[in-house]
C-alpha cells in the first residue's frame, strides 16, 4: 500500500510562485509514475503534470512552459513548481502515484492542497 500526503498550497497573486510538495510512503519501491491533478468547482479532474520511473514528463497544455515536476527518490517526494500563476490556475491540487504491488497497476491519491490565485 502506498500513501501520499500533498503541502505547499496556499493563496497568491497573479504572476507568483508555489512549490508543492508529495512525500509518498508504504511501497514506494512499486511506484512506476507519479503525478498531479486538479479539480476547481463544478469542473472535473483534470491531469497536471506526471513522471515516470524513467524520467519522462507530460504536461498539460495549459502549464507548459510554466510548471515542472520533478522527484527526489531519496526522499520519496514529488514536487511541482508552479509560476507565472495564473487565476485559472485556482484548483485542489491532488498527489498521484501509480503501483504495481499487486501485479498491475493501480492509482492512489492524496487529499489535496487548496491553491488559490488571486488577480
Known amino acids: 500500500q502506498v500513501q501520499l500526503v500533498e503541502s505547499g498550497g496556499g493563496l497568491v497573486q497573479a504572476g507568483g510562485s508555489l512549490r508543492l510538495s508529495c512525500v509518498a510512503s508504504?511501497?514506494?519501491?512499486?511506484?512506476?509514475?507519479m503525478g498531479w491533478y486538479r479539480q476547481a468547482p463544478g469542473k472535473q479532474r483534470e491531469l497536471v503534470a506526471t513522471?515516470?520511473?524513467?524520467?519522462?514528463?507530460n504536461y498539460a497544455n495549459s502549464v507548459k512552459g510554466r510548471f515542472t515536476i520533478s522527484g527526489d527518490n531519496a526522499k520519496n517526494t514529488v514536487y511541482l513548481q508552479m509560476n507565472s500563476l495564473k487565476p485559472e490556475d485556482t484548483a485542489v491540487y491532488y498527489c498521484?502515484?501509480?503501483?504495481?504491488?499487486?501485479?498491475?497497476?493501480?492509482?492512489?491519491w492524496g487529499r489535496g492542497t487548496q491553491v488559490t490565485v488571486s488577480s
Open positions: 498521484n502515484a501509480v503501483s504495481d504491488e499487486l501485479g498491475y497497476d493501480i492509482d492512489y
Open positions: 508504504g511501497s514506494t519501491f512499486t511506484i512506476n509514475a
Open positions: 513522471i515516470t520511473a524513467e524520467d519522462i514528463t
